[in-house]
Each structure stands twice: as structure tokens, then as C-alpha cells.
């Protein structure tokens, strides 16, 4: 796969800076170029009226790493090894953030990085990842003494810190005062969005010949679900629309789904029988304000881009690493289920005169694309492993993107027992789910057929239909041989024998 298909690398005066602003567990249509979405983002309608969605943007996993692994390597997780949270992501892959520090670029990370644990306070593996400037915290609540939030925190608004963390003579994780200020319920001012808004600000205002390369990682609107009070005055109680099907569908479907209503992640997190439908209703309504101080924040950004004259030598992309169920079909949070609101993402893209303004990709992308777009743009040498498009091209109709989307589970979150391994392939208006089984698995085989042209929501599962069988005979097929060539050898090949 070539850098560039038919242009000369820029050379490194006409490099862009290249800015990567990525959200956690943030759903596709909660945005505001979603059509009909109740999310309020007036600045990331702008930045897309300015740039390019991808309204068909599919997550290669539905979890943090494996998919965060993907967008900074371009490859799926079945190839860079990163399979799941709690992995390491292997030796002998080639982060394009090293890649951009190597040539040339000035580099900084802001917020999560998540290429490696950081379970329980400990302090995430520091890879070859090229970061100059590595502002990490994993999350608000993070105790690792390495979590720069909470550095900032202390010495900008040291009373919030020390009632957050209670007994600030010996502060640890295993110190912080359950009964007062939760880090995610601070104000706006004094929040982890904020934080991460204002490091982003100072990086973009230190002058430098250099062009950059910023991954701005915001973890909202990740759960536990909670905003600054003037976020949620956004969303008064029936503003947001009730969740997608209910209980009643389950029937039809795995019965890992019924599990995971009554326990997400295998009873570690909040679950959808946990709540009453107002208590559903208010989680949505409270994500949707997350999103909202997220875009107050991109605001902010991307004027500081402009103030700073970078805005026009600046490939701009907004991206999260995969979505969140929000209640519909009776689930919360996300897992081995592979619905639309789990997998499918916003992608914005904009980069003044070469990204068409205003338009609209509705064909398939990925998460992982974003990689393959920064070495398109920055001119760096192919890396082999790269299974993915240059976004810009796509957008500017140089060349066709995937005529399908492709993600993988590999019982990647809290483990289930038997564990749980979902493959998910949609090709047009089809859409398969395949939950492997016997002889390995523990769990029986089963799967999820969708017609989407009959039922958007994807309500009703075709796999034991009759009438489907044929349907489900071919994408069942090609998933086998998508899963062959998305795998990587991972021993060069030296001789044919």
C-alpha cells in the first residue's frame, strides 16, 4: 500500500500540523451532524461544515485498546496483536506518532492513551510512541502519581483537589473519599474536559518551526454518566429520545445480551435492570451534556487555531474509539454486542482547500483509517502492515472507500466465563454478527442476521429465518475470508522453502 497514489511527498515546509481530537465510548449519532440528533455541537457542526463526515464509520472493536491500537497503527486488532484491554500492544508494530516524531514533526499527547493497562492505579507502559509532550491520565479518577490531570487539578484548584481526594496528607489510590466531590462530578472549570481543552491550548500556543502532531484523547463521555449542572440544563427530562427496543427483543437474540442487561461487564458497571425508565432517561440525557462540554471544548480549540494562524496548515479529525448502547435494546454500556450504537462512530474530517467543504461519505470507513490518512498527509514511507485508506482521498473522490465494515471481539473487556467472541461483518444493507462457539469457545454458536433496508434498529435477528439462510450462508462465508486476510504473518517470509 503506497503513502500517496499519484502525488510526490510534500517535503517538510509544506507538511500539515495534524491535529487528533479522539472521544471515549461517544456514539454516532450523538453529534450534531447526525441527521435528527438530539446532541447540542454547534462547533463540531462548524468544524463539519468545513470538512468532510463519514456518516458509515465503524470501530474495528468495541472496546478502549484495541481499537485505540488500530487508529494509531492502521491496522485491525486480529493484526496488531492488542486484542484487549488489559493486552500490551505487541513489539514490531509502528505507531504513526513515532513515525511523524522521526520525521520531523513535534509531537504531544493530551489525555488517555490506553495501548497498555492502567487497571487499578497502576501507571500505564510507556511505549516507543514518540510522544515529545505526554500530558496522561488515564481517566479523572486515575491515583498513579504520573496522572497529570490531577497535577493540575492540585495547583489550579487545590480545595477541589483535597476534598475530591479526601485525606491530602497521604493521597493514593487507595485514599480517595468515596462521600466527597467524585472527580467526574467537579465543575466545568475544574473537570478532566476542561483540563485536557486548556494542555491542548498551551501546546498550540508554544511557537515552534516545527509542524506538529496532537492526539487530544477527552475521556467523556465514557461512563459513570455525570456533567457540570449548566451542561445538563441543556437536556431537559424528554429531550433526548427513549432508548431502541426493549427486553422483549432479547428473546430473539444470544443469550449473552440478556446477561449483560442484567450485569454489564459481567457485573462491573451499571446495568440496564438497574434502572428505571426515568433513570435511563436521565443517563442519556447526562451523556448528551458530556458531549456538550466536549464541543464547548473543540470550540475553544479551534479557535485557538485560528488566533494562532495554524488553521489553514492544519488536517483536523475528530473520531472516537468505538460507541455506547445508552439502553437501547435493553443494554448499557458496550461488550461483545455489535449493534450500531456499540460500533459505529463520528468521524469529522477537515483540512482547509483539499477536504471538500460540506461534504457527506456515506460508504465504509474505519477507526483505523485515521492512521493511514496522517502518513498520507505528513508524506511518510508505507508501513507494510497499514490496512487502511487515506480518508482525504476518499472524501475528495480520488478513490473509493470499503464496500463493507469490519469489527472483531475477542472477549477484550472484563472477561466472561465462557468467554465471549463476536464477529461483526455488514456488507450494503446486511449485517451479520457471528458469536463463535464449539468446540473452544464453552458457548454454543449462534449469531445476529440484519436486513437494514427493513429494520434500521436492527431489531428483528434474521440468523434462524428461513427465509434468510441463503443470506447468511454467503456473509457467514465471507466473514471466514475476511478474517484470513485481515490476520498478519507475523514472521517475515526470508526463502520459499
Known amino acids: ?174 485514599n480517595f473519599a468515596h462521600e466527597n466531590t467524585r472527580f467526574d462530578e467537579m465543575p466545568a472549570h475544574a473537570s478532566y474536559s476542561t483540563w485536557v481543552t486548556e494542555e491542548v491550548g498551551d501546546f498550540l500556543r508554544t511557537e515552534d518551526d516545527r509542524p506538529f502532531f496532537l492526539l487530544a484523547n477527552y475521556f467523556a463521555p465514557h461512563h459513570p454518566f455525570a456533567a457540570p449542572q449548566e451542561y445538563l440544563d441543556l437536556y431537559p427530562p424528554g429531550s433526548v429520545p427513549p432508548p431502541v427496543g426493549g427486553p422483549d427483543e432479547l428473546a430473539t437474540k444470544p443469550t449473552l445480551q440478556s446477561e449483560a442487561s442484567r450485569a454489564s461487564y459481567v457485573g462491573h458497571g451499571p446495568s440496564f435492570a438497574d434502572f428505571t425508565p426515568e433513570g435511563i432517561d436521565e443517563i442519556r440525557r447526562t451523556y448528551h451534556a458530556m458531549v456538550s462540554q466536549i464541543d464547548d471544548g473543540v470550540g475553544r480549540i479551534l479557535r485557538t487555531l485560528r488566533e494562532q494562524g495554524l488553521e489553514r496548515d492544519t488536517l483536523v479529525v475528530f473520531v472516537s474509539d468505538h460507541g455506547e448502547m445508552l439502553g437501547d435494546h435493553a443494554l448499557l454500556l458496550k461488550g461483545p454486542m455489535m449493534y450500531d450504537p456499540a460500533v459505529r462512530v463520528p468521524l469529522v474530517v477537515s483540512w482547509p482547500d483539499l477536504v471538500p467543504a460540506g461534504h457527506r461519505v456515506t460508504d465504509f470507513v474505519g477507526v483505523h483509517d485515521v492512521a493511514h490518512t496522517i502518513r498520507c498527509a505528513a508524506g511518510l514511507e508505507p508501513y507494510a502492515r497499514d490496512q487502511g485508506l487515506d480518508l482525504v482521498a476518499v472524501a475528495r473522490e480520488e478513490r473509493e472507500a470499503r464496500t463493507y465494515a469490519w469489527a472483531e471481539y475477542r472477549d477484550s473487556g472484563y472477561p466472561y466465563d465462557p468467554p465471549a467472541h463476536t464477529t461483526m461483518y455488514r456488507r450494503h444493507d446486511s449485517k451479520v454478527v457471528v458469536w463463535h462457539g464449539d468446540p473452544d469457545a464453552g458457548r454454543p454458536a449462534t449469531g445476529e442476521l440484519y436486513d437494514l433496508a427493513d429494520d434500521p434498529d436492527e431489531l428483528v435477528n434474521r440468523w434462524d429465518d428461513p427465509a434468510y439462510a441463503r443470506r447468511r450462508l454467503e456473509l457467514c462465508a465471507a466473514v471466514s475470508d475476511l478474517q484470513m486476510l485481515h490476520e498478519h504473518r507475523h514472521a517475515d517470509r526470508v526463502a520459499p522453502w
Open 1 to 174: 500500500m503506497t503513502t500517496t497514489d499519484t502525488e510526490e511527498r510534500p517535503s517538510m515546509s509544506s507538511r500539515p500540523n495534524i491535529l487528533v481530537i479522539c472521544t471515549d465510548q461517544h456514539r454516532f449519532d450523538a453529534v450534531g451532524t447526525h441527521p435528527g440528533s438530539a446532541a447540542i455541537t454547534p462547533n463540531l457542526v462548524a468544524l463539519a461544515e468545513r470538512g468532510a463526515v463519514f456518516e458509515q464509520c465503524y470501530a474495528p472493536n468495541t472496546v478502549c485498546s484495541p481499537t485505540r491500537a488500530s487508529m494509531l497503527t492502521g491496522e485491525y486488532p486480529s493484526s496488531h496483536g492488542l486484542w484487549a484491554n488489559g493486552v500490551t500492544l505487541p513489539e514490531g508494530r509502528s505507531l504513526v506518532s513515532r513515525e511523524l516524531a522521526d520525521a520531523g514533526y513535534r509531537t504531544g499527547l493530551v489525555g488517555k492513551f490506553h495501548l497498555a493497562s492502567a487497571f487499578e492505579g497502576r501507571t500505564e507502559e510507556r511505549l516507543d510512541d514518540g510522544f515529545e509532550t505526554f500530558a496522561w491520565a488515564h481517566d479523572p479518577f486515575h491515583g498513579a502519581p504520573e496522572n497529570a490531570y490531577h497535577r493540575w487539578l492540585r495547583e489550579r484548584h487545590p480545595a477541589l483537589w483535597a476534598e475530591a481526594m479526601g485525606d491530602v496528607v497521604t493521597p493514593d489510590v487507595e
